[in-house]
């Protein structure tokens, strides 16, 4: 789940994963 979530921003937006990581 962590990883589909992860990948998943990170296709939208290059800042977003940053954030999902973070989290």
Same mark, same amino acid.
């Given at each position: 789940? #962590? *990883?589909?979530?992860?990948? %998943? +921003? *990170? +296709? %939208? +937006? !290059?800042?977003?994963? *940053? #954030?999902? !990581?973070? #989290?």
């Amino acid at each position: 789940m #962590f *990883y589909t979530c992860f990948v %998943q +921003s *990170y +296709s %939208q +937006s !290059g800042i977003k994963w *940053y #954030f999902v !990581g973070k #989290f």
